[in-house]
């Protein structure tokens, strides 16, 4: 796959964490690199821009409106990225023992597809505001996989009800998982950064 599929940043840090980030609708992959930044100061960065144009919108898949998706879609473009994310390891010589996926909304919920879709590198996961999109009729043995979901008790676009369906998915699957709901709505508030922070200092390192 070629890494041109997905316009990017990286920058190299001189940590040994690398930060995948997908943003959410309407973002760029500018706009998750203050947050990366406060997780973690010398972590490398890589950052892809969502290739879905929707109304001048980027974002990672298509919806046929506000929280109904084009599964096909959503399906295809995991894929694409599961692929693109292999090359950008190879080209980057990516430490995938020490990689963690950093989604917020279209950007959580890419994550969290590609992760019960398609094979991939990513065991480590922060999904800020991620909701169900698509679940396999067999889950994937995640058993290796830690992620924390974040939500907001009042969000207008993803019931908690929803995000805790997707939470007890990736319990099925074997991952580990801890959720939060936090007291705000779809947008990030300092609790979650404060939450991110310390989940990602608790995860075990390969120094
Ligand atoms: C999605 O489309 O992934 C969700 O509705 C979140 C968003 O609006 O980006």
Not at 47 to 53: K, Y
Not at 192 to 201: E, G, I, K, V
Request: glycine share 6%.
């Amino acid at each position: 796959m070629s890494l041109n599929l997905h316009q990017h940043v990286y920058t190299k840090g001189s940590g040994s964490r690398t930060l995948l980030l997908l943003h959410g609708t309407g973002g760029d992959e500018h706009d998750l690199i203050p947050l990366a930044r406060s997780l973690d100061t010398e972590a490398t960065i890589l950052s892809p821009r969502g290739n879905i144009n929707e109304n001048g919108a980027l974002r990672f898949f298509r919806r046929l409106a506000e929280g109904v998706f084009d599964l096909a879609d959503v399906e295809r473009r995991t894929r694409d990225l599961a692929a693109w994310l292999n090359s950008a390891i190879d080209h980057y010589k990516i430490n995938t023992s020490e990689l963690t996926a950093v989604g917020y909304s279209n950007g959580a919920n890419t994550i969290a597809a590609m992760q019960l879709l398609h094979p991939n590198p990513v065991r480590s996961s922060i999904l800020l505001r991620a909701m169900i999109t698509a679940i396999p009729p067999q889950l994937p043995n995640l058993s290796a996989a830690r992620v924390l979901m974040l939500n907001g008790e009042r969000d207008a676009i993803i019931p908690l009800s929803n995000a805790q369906r997707l939470a007890a998915t990736f319990k099925s699957a074997g991952a580990k998982i801890d959720q939060h709901a936090l007291p705000c709505g779809h947008e990030l508030i300092a609790d979650d950064l404060r939450l991110a922070h310390a989940w990602l200092r608790s995860q075990p390192t390969t120094h």
